[in-house]
């Protein structure tokens, strides 16, 4: 079975601040494919980034970079001089072949983001 | 504008009454699925369709039912709804590579809130 951890529940930080966003995984594939997903206070979900098993390339986007680490089973989130507009709740999930697509989704980390 | 639309948004219902929360997609995906969001169980799978006529059951399917007759319309069925099925429902749709979604990105509608009292 899958399993995804995101244990930090709730974090705040004040503007321009850099905060890193963990997620665990757990999995017995060697195939699978992590995502983030972003949850404004609006609601809707909000596709991030997707990163394969076999490509554990680092990835900046403008303010955003993940470090994905096999070794530790590790798809962390790091946003750089974050902005209140950063405020959200942040979702990691996994999905690995033969599961129908299905996506395991972490509980979530609250991010709030205060001047 | 490519989009998953959901409908309603909010409804406030009574236990019993039966739903229905529709679900379309104009991307032209094969695969679509349900999800409800819960505090602290983060999103779970009800249902799933890898294409029309195609449905099959996610993690927390009871109390839930599914048709795929259009491609693009995948509605959500409460026949008998219960308080415990107060949630934040999430539509989903995605392409099929190679048989599979499994690496496409899913893309989501906005939501449906429900409240079943």
């Known amino acids: 079975a899958q399993k995804v951890t995101q244990a930090q529940t709730e974090i705040s930080v004040v503007e321009k601040e850099d905060v890193t966003l963990d997620c665990v995984y757990e999995?017995?594939?060697?195939?699978?494919?992590l995502f983030w997903y972003k949850q404004p206070p609006s609601g809707e979900l909000v596709f991030l980034i997707r990163?394969?098993?076999?490509?554990?390339q680092n990835e900046i986007s403008g303010r955003y970079s993940w470090n994905f680490q096999k070794s530790t089973s590790s798809f962390n989130f790091t946003i750089t001089a974050s902005q209140v507009v950063d405020s959200a709740v942040y979702f990691c999930?996994?999905?690995?072949?033969?599961?129908?697509?299905?996506?395991?989704f972490g509980t979530g980390t609250r991010l709030q983001v205060t001047l | 504008e490519a989009q998953v639309t959901q409908n309603p948004r909010y409804l406030i219902t009574v236990t019993g009454k039966k739903l229905t929360v529709t679900c379309s997609q104009n991307?032209?995906?094969?695969?679509m699925s349900w999800y409800r969001q819960d505090p602290g169980l983060g999103l779970r799978q009800i249902y799933y369709?890898?294409?029309?006529?195609?449905?099959d059951k996610g993690d927390v399917p009871e109390g839930y039912k599914v048709s795929r007759k259009e491609k693009r319309n995948f509605p959500l069925i409460l026949e008998s709804p219960s308080p415990n099925q107060t949630s934040l429902y999430f539509c989903?749709?995605?392409?099929?590579?190679?048989?599979?979604?499994?690496?496409?990105?899913?893309?989501f509608g906005d939501g449906t809130r429900l409240s079943i009292l």
């Open positions: 989903a749709s995605s392409r099929l590579s190679v048989g599979s979604a499994t690496d496409q990105p899913q893309h």
């Open positions: 999995t017995r594939d060697t195939t699978y494919y």
């Open positions: 990163r394969n098993s076999f490509d554990e």
């Open positions: 999930a996994l999905s690995v072949p033969g599961t129908a697509s299905k996506l395991t």
């Open positions: 991307m032209n995906h094969e695969y």
């Open positions: 369709s890898m294409n029309v006529e195609v449905t």
